[in-house]
């Protein structure tokens, strides 16, 4: 019982994670919570159902071509709504009240053009595996595998490419990087383009498993959020760290309490952490604490 | 009127030591300055002793109360009032409002006050009054309806001490007031200080102008990486030699 | 109430909802507005007070005044149990904190099936009854709500015109300054945030007793949206904005209706428009049509 509670937990953590990797990848570079990620990740797997499901494409070719133009949408929002806004330094409060309204029209785009109904990209007949008395799908075992690499590849470009410096040179400080000649707008826009791409990639390992409706991102958005600021928003192992927490703890919950206390321990432990531990369980800089 | 000290007061950031082991008893009724090269750690004294920074280590006191984790309101209405290194004002708002926002116990900041507004508009009519009695005081007195960002910057930093005194603050740290501002008016702000101290005031100013500071201060306090390098009456202070150097430096 | 095809009563359903609207626009604006504290959790409490009055009046048929007393003292301890850990975090962190909140309530509503019959709803709510007698004529509602949102009007007016909306902008424009005068900024955020829930709590119940049926789907972060665009686009820290707001996009939408669109679509176009009107303003007037506060461009 408690092997197929921490199987599970380790699943869903392993979505969380990539949400909320490429959540705090795109909050660390410009500093303000770009909630319309919730439906770039809807955008992530509806695209890929347009291209595997009405387009008949073969899946690998579905998933590539819905993970590109997810990133296009990602970089695209960039360019027309918040570079102008960046470069009339408007407060990081107006700038996550427009991705509130990105965020709702992106999901009302899906619901136009695909329908409410649930929509599926379940194609594989589920092959259940027995790992230490808990049962786990061929899929689920892909979900966490793909979601691990891609992750951990993340991590490495940010840690050693040329990229991931430029990434962190605007992130700690954008002044100081514009005069020693970045391009921000350029490394932003970049930025913008691989959180998408890692949502939608997210997006579509979920939907393997589970269905599709145009509020999927939502909730997402909701566990990668929690997991990134758990883990600390500064850290992106933290972040997949805070992911697999939040996801053993969900199972925990379901386990131990009625249904509609599931998310009220995740919120109680968010508020914890958010007043105890600012900086996350790994993250270092001190945020929300001192006044000036 | 209250003792103001610091005892063993210490603080890092990030590794760095700012302040270091501050035993200070600042003077009651005099003008004490604080000078030092940047980065000696005088901003993060002010803040320390005002509450929006917690020690590592120490205590701060205002008579026999501790007040080394109050918070900084809390600070404000036992009568510490400060001013900020970059000029915190409603600038959106009239002058006069910043100085409304000022007035301390009032009762139509309770809710219940606010809604059923029973003796409010006296009260408001009394802190209008002594709002434009400090105004009058600092020279302010007809910009009191002009939007506080159109005041010229000497007039803000004006501004910002008479917000202190509508307070009725007992104490005040001002962090460079006359930094940045016209002679005539940095005059005019160093008179201000000094009446100020004659009524019987608590006055602890950072400064870099050395001229103001020898104008002024009774006291000078010489602040180099978090640690006192000396202190005194300011003649003293800034004749000896290696505190020039420290400057010119 | 039936819903009879009638030009009149159709108007009247209108001025319903957008007194309901209305209230919920005040009410957000007092946070949004006047403290510049955004909150996505409205609709939590919105919903909070139309369960409260749909179970008060389902279960005890208690009078209407009553129930709205009880519902927003349950919004207001809701508040609380809320407000108190989370007002010290920082802007964007707080709106996260209320996103949870406002997640975690809606869970509530939906899957404490026990309690709400979870994504059924709950049917049957009578209608308000007033000193006894019940008030089923649509003309009569429109009277109740209008009460409700110019008490409503009165308090966020006298809120705003106050030494505490003095202090409440203060705290909007700059915390620091505003606490280093004196000012117990937590303190003022927790009441005024109390306050706002109240407000919002009262127009659930006016809700839950015209509807005569509740479900979860009402009180989504959707709604809560939704509430947020109408203080955006009529325009934040202003007594009338909100009104505004609440005019234009309850109306407007309803209009889509006359071109014939199939129910669906239009809900969709709808949110779309809120979406739109959210970001076209903050591009282009930050401070709405008729606001005073541009949210710190």
Redesign the interface.
Known sequence: MVSQLLLNGLIAGSVYALVAVSFSLIYRTVR??HFAHGGIYTAGAYLCFTFYSLLRFPLFLAVICAVLLTAVLGAGMDIL?YR??RA?H?????L???S??????S???V??VF??ATKTLRTFIAQAHDIGGARITSVQMIIIAVSAAVCALTWLLMQFSYFGRLMRAVANDRELSRAVGVRNDRVIMLVFALGSALAAGAAILVSFDTDMTPTIG??AL?MG??AA?IGGIDSMPGAALGAVFVGLVQQLAAWKL???????I??VI??GF??LR?QGLLGKRR??A??? | MESFRCKGLSKSFDGVRAIADLDIEFPSSEITSIIGPNGAGKTTLINLLTGFVRPDVGRCFLGEHDITRLAPDRIARLGVARTFQDLKLILQVPVLDNMMLARPHQAGETLIGALLRIGVAKEEMRNRDEAIRLLRLVGLEEKATDLAGELSYGQQKLLTLACCLATEAQILLLDEPVAGVHPDMADKILDLMRTLRDEGKLILFIEHDISAVRRIADHVIVLDHGKVRAQGPPREVLERPEIMEAYLA | MELRRSDLDYLLHILILIGIYAILAMSLDLLVGHTGLLSVAHAAFYGLGAYSAALLSVHFGIPFVLSVILGMLTAILASLIFSLPSLRLHDDYFVIATFAFQMILFGIFNNWTGMTRGPFGIPGIPPPSILGLPIRSRIAFVFLVVVFAVLCFQIVSRISMSPFGRVLRGIREDETFTRALGKNTVRFKVLIFAVSAALAASAGCLYAQYLSFIAPTSFTVMESILVISMVVIGGAGSRWGPIVGAIVLVTLPEALRFVGLPNDVAANLRQIAYGGGLVTMMMFRPQGLIGKYGFGR
């Open positions: 303000f919570f709504i102008p806004m009339r408007v407060s990081s409060l107006v996550l009240i427009v509130l309204g990105l965020l709702i029209i999901q009302n785009i619901s136009l329908g409410d939502f909730g909701f959020v929690v600021i009625p249904t509609e206390w599931q998310d009220a995740v919120f968010l508020i958010l007043v600012p945020i929300g001192e006044t000036i």
